[in-house]
């Protein structure tokens, strides 16, 4: 038999939902301002961006968690948030090493 879901487990998906949004919102300038400065300045704006999209998809991975924990989501539908979730998270970093070549055009 279901059991349904707590109050702090719903509250606890609302604050992270709300942590990696504002983890994006901090992150989204930092990725249109990786050449803006000199080598030292770049390499620091780059080293900032990588950590801050490992953090927020590590938050989306607990919030992932959490959510097929306590939630009633179908077989199919954690195994694709299992598998999405970690894969987008290496399409964000290899996105962030394709504007961070500023020599060559992002698409080669």
């Known amino acids: 038999m279901d059991q349904p879901t707590s109050s702090g487990a719903v509250t606890a998906a609302y604050v992270l939902a709300a942590v990696a949004l504002l983890g994006w919102l901090i992150l989204l300038p930092d990725l249109a301002s990786l050449d803006s400065s000199d080598a030292a300045g770049n390499a620091m704006s780059r080293g900032f961006a990588e950590l801050q999209a490992i953090a927020l998809w590590g938050v989306l991975a607990i919030l992932t968690l959490l959510c097929l ?36 055009p992002p698409y080669l």
Do not use: C, D, F, N
Not at 69 to 82: E, R
């Open 69 to 104: 924990g306590k939630g009633q989501a179908p077989a199919w539908a954690s195994l694709g948030a299992v598998v999405l979730v970690p894969g987008s998270g290496v399409a964000a970093i290899g996105a962030l090493e394709l504007l961070a070549r500023t020599e060559q």
